[in-house]
């Protein structure tokens, strides 16, 4: 899809929660499947598994809860997961920072394969974290205590690789989260730069987006990037408990801190609890909308911004609200640009 020209913003309004802590128990990522189904990595000490749940939410709590996975060394398990993407064949990859490997599933949720070595040579991993294809087909992995990207077939086998760690623009420290473009352009969570870092499909910088925004904050050890058909930047600022929106150029747009209601199957299940209810009523109810230490952000093809609330046990999901323009509808860029609304 090509990109348009300009967009008339019209709002990006709060559209749900998902999930709650017997369900999506410290959220990690969030990768999409078919038919609205949401694949939900949780992380916390003990627990690694994907949690299967779809955008409709339940209406309540069962005991069929459908997952993928389990913590541990073997085939099919993962101890530290840190990303969960699908490939054009819905395989579901996980990458574990801990086991050094690449983690394969079928839709159904079948373990397929794994590959990776530890190790700092080229085609090893020390920390594997973020995942994403490029428009050739090829995976790019955050090699994230190498302090690198390297690119591999779809079975593993080692392309490329660029970066090294520093502080000069086209290094890193700590990277974590990666995205690719259709043009094919990387972005890059550089978690220990407190940046992030647009690179061309070579690994040459292009720009970094690091400044305050209106809040006076800065990015503050970013974990998460995502890119839409549009070329909005979205970014899970995590030290500060947000996510930044940028345009294609890196022009700061808006900010998403957190309005979380109860989801569907939340409230059912708190109808069952009257002390826990009683709790919740006693508490700062206003507390427990904004985000804490969020850890991905993804935005699907129907521009629905899906957030994973790690240390609120949820999903917070937005929808783009937006007109795309043409060159009927937008004039060209402006040199000393005005507006007045009345």
Known sequence: MARPVGLLRA??????????????????????????VIYVLLRTAGVAQIRVWTFDDAEQLTDDLVSIGDYGKEDGQFEWPVQIITNENDQILVSDEANHKISIFDPNGQFVSRWGIAGSGKGEF?????????????????????????????????ISEFGSEGQAVGEFKNPWGIHVDENGLVYVADWGNNRIQILSPDGNPEFVIDGATPDGLTIKHPTGVAVDGHGDIYISDWGNNRVLQYDSNGRYVWRFSGDASLSRCARNYMLTNAR?????????????????????VRIDKKFRLCIADHHRYRLQVYQKEAIELDENTISEPLRNPTLSVN
């Open 126 to 158: 020390l920390g594997p974290a973020g995942m994403a294809f490029n428009p050739k087909g090829e995976l790019l992995v955050v090699d994230a205590k190498n302090n690198r990207i390297q690119s591999y077939s779809p079975s593993g086998e080692f």
């Open 276 to 296: 826990s209810n009683r709790i919740r009523e006693m508490s700062n109810l206003e507390e427990e909308k904004y985000l804490r230490f969020p850890t991905s």
């Open 11 to 36: 709002g990006f309004p709060y559209l749900k929660t998902l999930g709650m802590r017997r369900i999506t128990n410290f959220p990690y990522d969030v990768a999409f499947g078919k038919d609205d």
